[in-house]
């Protein structure tokens, strides 16, 4: 179960806390896919009465309601009942994870499910020693090393100031025996400094029934770093990235400097493609081998292998660069097919069209896709020139093999293999300058002329 129904009060957000964005997908769906890639039989999600999450959840994880933020017992109380209501095994292991934790990886949950298994314990806690523990619950152990209980230090009156010297801490993460969680949940109490039903009592109750709890110690600390302000959370996207960057580096993917890369979490890049410095690279986008991107920002949009792009493009949604293509600098594309071997070099604007293989358009080359109401699409063929400076006004067709003149205003279709020009023709005014320059004749002289 992934408790996601808090407040985040600590965000200052409209927004709640577990929809903030972490690295181009909703927070809460990290430790989501961390449960069901560890295996998880049955993935429940928390959320608060208005079911914001609902809508990003994949298919088959449920969403249970807490009907009010009363506290991460309250919400463990919720999944529960959503749990039972439909038959499920009363007896197997529940782990509890976060939706505030994000980076927890299926290997620590499985690991930390092995040695729930092995030590036969009623919980087995993850816990984490950190330089700077504050904010977090500290893990308080008796003069043997076992497990006592944990104090929580989010609002004073909890923890003494010894425990808050403790720098061994919860992580949020549990694994419980499913009939000794069943058994505790309804003696949670909300007598403590916050008023609410803390998870971590469970913890206690299962002790005082004379079940044991255990801490398993979680080495890589990164992986458990929960977010509950956006200092925090900038803390772990960054944590994030660098996996993210690491996983591209080890498939074959030059990032010259990583520092300098935005790489979301979904983004594919195939071997050999050269990601440079200050570029972002978003949501859904695909980017296939041997492809060269500098200084760019491309979201949702797909590149086929050898592409190259920028400096200084915006590729949008929805445009496919096909094998060989390039866009260039100041060039942004939304939409658009753009065809094999096709070059968009300089300082152009295409949207909602279709460009042929090997077409080129030159500097300034603007689609007018949109009349005010409706977009239109542009359809060009292949092997097309349309020189500089031209606009298509969609919607147009510009047959294979045609040319158009610069300058151009292209807004009727261009027939294959001919020449559209549609511009105002140009008259020189011979002797211009020097009539301009002739000094101007005497106030009250006549005969004078302007021309
Ligand atoms: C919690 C633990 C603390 C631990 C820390 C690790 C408690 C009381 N404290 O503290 O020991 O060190 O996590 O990150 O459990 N939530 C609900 N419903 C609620 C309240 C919270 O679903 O009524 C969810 C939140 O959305 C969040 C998670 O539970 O994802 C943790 O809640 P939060 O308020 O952030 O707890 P912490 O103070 O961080
Ligand atoms: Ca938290």
Redesign the pocket.
């Given at each position: 179960m992934i408790?996601?129904?808090?407040r985040?009060t600590r965000m200052r957000s409209r927004t709640p806390?577990?929809l903030h964005e972490l690295c181009g997908i909703p927070m809460v769906l990290w430790p989501v896919r961390a449960a069901l890639a560890a295996g998880a039989g049955q993935v429940v999600v928390?959320d608060s009465p208005e079911r914001a999450l609902q809508s990003v959840l994949p298919e088959g994880v449920r969403l249970a309601v807490?009907p009010r933020?009363?506290?991460?017992g309250?919400?463990v109380v919720a999944a529960v009942a959503q749990l039972d209501s439909t038959g499920a095994d009363g007896s197997a292991p529940v782990v509890v994870l976060?939706?505030?934790?994000p980076l927890v990886s299926a290997e620590t949950i499985a690991e930390l499910v092995h040695a729930h298994e092995a030590n036969g314990a009623g919980a087995t806690m993850a816990s984490t020693v950190l330089d700077d523990p504050s904010?977090?619950?500290r893990v308080v152990r008796d003069e043997h090393g076992a497990v006592e209980c944990?104090v929580?230090t989010?609002a004073a009156g909890d923890a003494t100031p010894a425990q808050l010297r403790i720098r061994e801490?919860?992580?949020?993460i549990y694994v419980f025996a499913g009939d000794a969680l069943r058994e505790v949940l309804p003696r949670l109490s909300a007598d403590n400094a916050q008023g609410?039903l803390?998870?971590?009592q469970a913890l206690d109750l299962i002790r005082a029934d004379g079940g044991t709890v255990a801490a398993h110690e979680v080495s890589d600390q990164r992986l458990v770093l929960?977010v509950?302000d956006r200092a925090a959370l900038a803390q772990v996207r960054g944590l994030a990235q660098e996996a993210i960057h690491a996983r591209h580096m080890a498939a074959g993917v030059s990032i010259v400097d990583p520092c300098a890369t935005v790489i979301d979490v979904e983004v594919e890049i195939g071997q050999d493609t050269t990601i440079e410095p200050f570029t972002t690279i978003r949501g859904n986008t695909r980017i296939g081998e041997g492809c060269v991107v500098r200084h760019s920002y491309l979201i949702d949009c797909v590149l086929q292998d050898g592409v190259t792009v920028g400096p200084f493009a915006y590729l949008r949604p929805g445009s496919v660069l096909r094998d060989g293509a390039k866009a260039g600098t100041f060039v942004e594309i939304k939409n658009s097919d753009i065809g094999a071997g096709a070059k968009i070099p300089h300082l152009s604007y295409i949207g909602d069209a279709d460009v042929g293989a090997h077409t080129n358009l030159g500097a300034s080359t603007i689609t007018a896709n949109y009349d005010g109401r409706n977009k239109h699409r542009t359809t060009i063929g292949k092997h097309v020139r349309s020189s500089v400076h031209v606009s298509f006004v969609a919607p147009v067709t510009v047959g294979d093999d045609a040319y158009t003149g610069a300058g151009s205003v292209i807004h009727e279709d261009v027939p294959p293999g001919a020449l559209g020009i549609a511009r105002a023709r140009q008259t020189n005014k011979e002797g211009y300058a020097a009539r301009r320059d002739a000094p101007s004749p005497e106030p009250g002289s006549s005969g004078a002329q302007s021309s």
């Open positions: 408790l996601a129904a808090g985040g806390k577990v928390v807490q933020s009363n506290g991460t309250g919400a976060s939706g505030d934790v904010g977090y619950g944990v929580e989010k801490v919860n992580t949020g609410e803390y998870l971590p929960g509950n």
